[in-house]
């Protein structure tokens, strides 16, 4: 739970530090000098204590010079000096500032609590068919789960028996619940909102789904993008840089004129020249940006992922289990004259339920009411042969079986991407079954929508060509390679990536060695295969292929914030240096602009935390609503 500001040290020290230097203020209008002098001390220990003690620790034991110490070396100058008010307004403002990031990171990460809320503490497993309640980090793979309507799921498993629906919004974003049945997998943190299920854990109760999730994050928010190592490179130097400088301004200054004038001036260019705003104005950002990814279902492992996916021009997709469902289903049926498509079903299906080729479980959900078969056997590469109701059954694939009088409709079924599996009876080809992997139903709008903001499609399988480029057509992608290993997915990914900044989203084991090519890995479900996501640098929680656009158009966004935020703080530096040297602007002047304008950097990078609004517009195709269709960058 987040610690209110009223309780928080790193807050309440900066805030006391203003209220000592506003009353020091006060009381120097009123007329009392030394009342507001020892008021403006406390509020100077106060603010410097926040950051002076760690500067001179680290340059001392690392010999690390950064931005605190800097500003430690303007207080004491300004102090040495006598300018214990200008000191003091130094001291607040840096270390309310820095207060302020913290607590910006803090709510950044809000999201990653949230995720691990999803997890109930306690969980009901059967013993001996008896309910007993165990904390939920003590679940073990294997354990029966009793879950009522309205709990929570509390690990990943299978459902064993019992019908429900389940909501998974919290998890994937997906506001329509999910049916499930006995042998349907199940994640940790759904809802169950109907009947009771029984499901048997297939991980622990720390080690789940969500779990992963929440290490992604934590692995995101550790790291920082290239714009943030950019910051640190301009940040580096400088440092050093501003001192060198100070001190010629004051070397110089005080040969050809008032030393005292020339020093001042020297102490102001150190605060001047300070990149405080810089230093913060990329990881804010970034980790606002990340934690609001993880709320509507995309993890991002960096910062360096975040900041590439926003410069995304071309995407490789994967055809199965990205495009498609990856399961297949029965599309079309046609017979000879005089037999039912019931029939040829039937006679499939009677045989089928021998196999466990991924097709006979398509044919078998297509005739749940098959009639049973003697004999069956399975002849390896061709098909099943058997005797239902006293005849000669056989199944199998064209290469096996002539389609004879079919053959031309077969043809045109397979033109359209489905595999064809022929029914004999008596050895006279009965029918033929058209089976394939449908397309996910939001692909063709997806694909449209990636199109009009500049994003290429490119469509990577393994699948034969005839039947990619008939999904090809189907999704709206003309650039389609098929009949490709993992290796050559990988190699052309890799050529797509040198012409342009290139993605790469899958699923399965063989997808890895592409997703580690690309400049953006995207793994399709961080539920999936532990290959694609440890090879990935962006997992989606669920499998709506809309977040495509919706991600891309978040981390656009958040790159448009990083680019004016490193615009402002060098505009900053570069707009008070000369006024600090010429002695346009003060000390206490150039605090409180420098100061003001790294709050404002603060206040901008936390607009990336904003959540892309996920309203009606997905349900009825539209990928992207009006206010986050973000420009390409």
Avoid at 51 to 61: D, E, G, I, K, Y
Avoid at 86 to 106: G, N, P, R, T, V
Avoid at 584 to 601: D, K, Y
Wanted: charged share 15%; aromatic share 2%.
């Amino acid at each position: 739970m987040e610690t209110p500001w009223w309780r928080d040290r790193s807050i309440l020290i900066p805030v006391f530090s203003g209220v000592a230097y506003l009353t020091g203020l006060v009381l120097e209008w009123s007329a009392a000098p030394t009342a507001a002098l020892a008021v403006f001390w406390i509020g100077l220990v106060l603010g410097a204590s926040t950051f002076a003690p760690s500067a001179v620790r680290n340059l001392v034991t690392q010999g690390k010079v950064g931005i605190a110490l800097l500003m430690t070396i303007s207080a004491i100058g300004a102090v040495i000096l006598g300018y214990i008010e200008e000191a003091a307004a130094l001291a607040f403002l840096y270390s309310i500032a820095e207060a302020l990031e913290d607590k910006a990171m803090d709510r950044a990460r809000g999201g990653l609590r949230a995720l691990l809320k999803l997890v109930p503490e306690t969980a009901t497993v059967l013993r001996d068919g008896a309910p007993v309640q165990i904390p939920a980090k003590e679940l073990t793979v294997g354990q029966m789960l009793l879950v009522r309507p309205g709990e929570r799921i509390a690990t990943d498993g299978l459902v064993r028996t019992g019908h429900s629906s389940l909501d998974t919004s919290a998890i994937t974003g997906e506001s329509i619940p999910v049916e499930v049945g006995p042998g349907e997998a199940v994640s940790a943190g759904a809802i169950n909102t109907a009947g009771a299920l029984q499901i048997q854990t297939t991980a622990g109760g720390t080690d789940n789904s969500l779990t992963t999730i929440v290490e992604l994050v934590e692995q995101a928010q550790a790291e920082k993008g290239e714009r943030a190592r950019l910051a640190d490179r301009i940040a580096r130097p400088l440092v050093p840089g501003v001192m060198i400088l100070a001190v010629l301004v004051g070397v110089i200054g005080s040969l050809v004129g008032d030393p005292e004038l020339w020093i001042t001036r020297a102490l102001v260019v150190l605060v001047a020249a300070s990149p405080c705003a810089l230093a913060i104005a990329v990881p804010v950002t970034v980790v606002s940006a990340i934690g609001a990814g993880s709320r509507f279902g995309v993890i991002i492992k960096s910062g360096a992922a975040f900041e590439r996916l926003g410069g995304i021009r071309h995407l490789a997709v994967d055809k199965t289990g990205t495009l498609t469902r990856n399961a297949p289903t029965v599309t079309a049926v046609i017979t000879s004259d005089g037999i039912a498509e019931d029939q040829v079903l039937g006679w499939a299906a009677a045989l089928e339920q021998h196999s466990t080729h991924p097709l006979a479980a398509a044919i078998t959900a297509a005739a749940p009411t098959a009639p049973a078969a003697q004999a069956v056997s399975e002849q390896p590469g061709h098909g099943l042969t058997g005797t239902v109701d006293g005849h000669p059954i056989a199944v199998g694939s064209p290469r096996w079986i002539d389609p004879g009088a079919l053959g031309p409709r077969v043809e045109s079924l397979e033109v359209d991407g489905q595999t064809c599996v022929l029914v004999t009876r008596d050895g006279t080809v009965v029918g033929a079954i058209g089976v394939r992997d449908e397309l996910r139903p939001e692909v063709p709008e997806v694909v449209r929508t990636l199109d009009r903001h500049g994003v290429h499609v490119t469509m990577l399988t393994g699948d034969n060509a005839r039947t990619a480029h008939a999904l090809g057509r189907l999704a709206g992608i003309e650039d389609v390679r098929a009949e490709l290993r993992p290796e050559d997915k990988a190699r052309i990914v890799t050529e797509l990536a040198r012409t342009r900044p290139t993605a790469m989203i899958g699923d399965g084991i063989n997808d890895a060695p592409a997703l580690a090519g690309a400049n953006v890995g995207i793994a399709m479900g961080a539920t999936g295969s532990d290959a694609a996501i440890e090879s990935a640098d962006v997992a989606f929680t669920g499998h709506d292929l809309r977040l495509i656009p919706q991600a891309l158009a978040h981390a656009r966004r958040g790159r448009a914030i990083i680019n004016q935020n490193i615009v402002l703080s060098l505009l900053i530096i570069t707009t008070l240096l000369p006024l600090a040297i010429t002695g346009v602007l003060g000390l206490a002047a150039v605090v409180l602009v420098h100061e003001v304008a790294e709050v404002i950097v603060i206040a901008n990078g936390l607009r990336a935390a904003r959540t892309p609004r996920q309203p009606t517009a997905q349900r009825t195709g539209s990928a992207l609503t009006p206010a986050d269709q973000v420009p390409a960058a």
